[in-house]
């Protein structure tokens, strides 16, 4: 009996000992699947922030670029004086243009913002200079994808700002890459009856587009579809009923 026993516990011991090592490498097998697909799931989310932030970062940066073209646009304005030199608005080729328009815009405005007695006054910007200081005059703006000065690596859209505007509309002042997305930037312009592809003030008429319509391409959009929105120029007296003569703007 006790032989009976002994030879019993010796085969539960071994039944034991083997469903055991079994159990250990189900174990193994599931952890491995488990960290493999645990690795995957955090890589896959690490990925998914990072394109996360690269859309999020990109959305801004063409938002900001928006803006600041919308509130240049609205604020455009031109001296009431004609033999004033200081203001225009100008919309001009510098690689011969595209199917979006001229690749250009160069304007004086009120952006970012101009006191109220340099807005009302009819002093030249020497003047203004000397009475009001350097916040005097309107702020020159320009807009293009060909930088003005030495942009380095830089590449995109640039904005140059020179505050006050010293009446030379091809250089001076400060340039920044304003969005390093844009690989093509187009603008036209509403005369009350059509779209026109060149504007300038300095050469023309004096007044302004009743509108602007602007067009980009973004480096990160691969169907290369351009992205347009218009902006009515606040200060203009252009509509339908008082357009302006094409002929006299070029």
Same mark, same amino acid.
């Given at each position: 009996?006790?032989?009976?026993?002994?030879?019993?516990?010796?085969?539960?011991?071994?039944?034991?000992?083997?469903?055991?090592?079994?159990?250990?490498?189900?174990?193994?097998?599931?952890?491995?699947?488990?960290?493999?697909?645990?690795?995957?799931?955090?890589?896959?989310?690490?990925?998914?922030?990072?394109?996360?932030?690269?859309?999020?970062?990109?959305?801004?940066?063409?938002?900001?670029?928006?803006?600041?073209?919308?509130?240049?646009?609205?604020?455009?304005?031109?001296?009431?004086?004609?033999?004033?030199?200081?203001?225009?608005?100008? +919309? $001009?080729?510098?690689?011969?243009?595209?199917?979006?328009?001229?690749? *250009? %815009?160069?304007?004086? #405005? =009120?952006?970012?913002?101009?006191?109220?007695?340099?807005?009302?006054?009819?002093?030249?910007?020497?003047?203004?200079?000397?009475?009001?200081?350097?916040?005097?005059?309107?702020?020159?703006?320009?807009?293009?994808?060909?930088?003005?000065?030495?942009?380095?690596?830089?590449?995109?859209?640039?904005?140059?700002?020179?505050?006050?505007?010293?009446?030379?509309?091809?250089?001076?002042?400060?340039?920044?890459?304003?969005?390093?997305?844009?690989?093509?930037?187009?603008?036209?312009?509403?005369?009350?009856?059509?779209?026109?592809?060149?504007?300038?003030?300095?050469? +023309? $008429?004096?007044?302004?587009?009743?509108?602007?319509?602007?067009?980009? *391409? %973004?480096?990160?959009? #691969? =169907?290369?579809?351009?992205?347009?929105?218009?902006?009515?120029?606040?200060?203009?007296?252009?509509?339908?009923?008082?357009?302006?003569?094409?002929?006299?703007?070029?």
């Amino acid at each position: 009996m006790r032989i009976k026993n002994s030879q019993i516990k010796r085969d539960l011991r071994k039944r034991s000992a083997g469903f055991t090592l079994l159990e250990l490498l189900i174990v193994l097998v599931m952890t491995v699947i488990l960290s493999a697909g645990i690795a995957f799931a955090y890589s896959a989310t690490l990925n998914m922030q990072r394109l996360e932030e690269q859309r999020k970062t990109t959305h801004d940066q063409t938002s900001q670029m928006e803006h600041e073209l919308t509130e240049a646009i609205e604020g455009a304005q031109l001296s009431s004086i004609t033999t004033d030199t200081t203001s225009y608005f100008q +919309g $001009t080729d510098d690689a011969g243009g595209s199917d979006l328009g001229c690749d *250009r %815009l160069t304007v004086t #405005t =009120t952006y970012p913002g101009v006191p109220i007695q340099s807005l009302y006054s009819t002093d030249d910007y020497i003047t203004q200079q000397t009475n009001i200081g350097p916040v005097g005059g309107l702020t020159e703006m320009s807009f293009g994808t060909n930088p003005v000065g030495s942009a380095g690596t830089h590449v995109g859209l640039f904005e140059r700002i020179q505050h006050p505007s010293d009446g030379d509309p091809t250089q001076g002042g400060n340039e920044i890459d304003l969005d390093s997305d844009v690989t093509q930037m187009g603008f036209q312009f509403w005369d009350g009856t059509e779209w026109d592809n060149e504007w300038d003030t300095t050469t +023309g $008429t004096r007044r302004l587009p009743q509108a602007v319509q602007v067009s980009y *391409r %973004l480096k990160s959009d #691969t =169907t290369n579809t351009p992205h347009i929105f218009v902006v009515v120029v606040l200060t203009s007296d252009c509509n339908a009923n008082n357009p302006v003569d094409a002929s006299g703007i070029t």
